[in-house]
Nanobody, 119 residues
Framework: QVQLVESGEGLVQAGGSLRLSCAAS????????MGWFRQAPGKEREFVAR????????YYTDVGKGRFTISRDNAKNTVYLQMNSLKPEDTAVYYC????????????WGQGTQVTVSA
């Protein structure tokens, strides 16, 4: 079992920056790849980024490519999403998720944290 708790909720001006954190507890954190997703009201969930167990392999979708950076600190059992050059369309609930490094699906999900970007 992996418990995930996101933090970093806030209201940000367009063009500003925000760093989200996701603290993990339970099973060995470094055995899991971590992903960030987001969902705006009335819209489908979007995959934002993922990072492998060691932090040496990252992947970004077009959602935040060139603006967002995913990273992890295994010593702190925490994954981060640094978001720069934020746009109003980035407004959404952001979720972190974990999957075992050999697995295909994300098994564990956080409760989500609200990010609002004002024009």
């Amino acid at each position: 079992q992996v418990q995930l708790v996101e933090s970093g909720e806030g209201l940000v001006q367009a063009g500003g920056s925000l760093r989200l954190s996701c603290a993990a507890s339970g099973r060995t954190f470094s055995n899991y790849a971590m992903g960030w997703f987001r969902q705006a009201p009335g819209k489908e969930r979007e995959f934002v980024a993922r990072i492998n167990w060691s932090g040496g392999n990252t992947y970004y979708t077009d959602v935040g490519k060139g603006r967002f950076t995913i990273s992890r600190d295994n010593a702190k059992n925490t994954v981060y999403l640094q978001m720069n050059s934020l746009k109003p369309e980035d407004t959404a609930v952001y979720y972190c998720a974990a999957k075992y490094y050999t697995a295909t699906e994300y098994t564990f999900w956080g409760q989500g944290t609200q990010v609002t970007v004002s024009a």
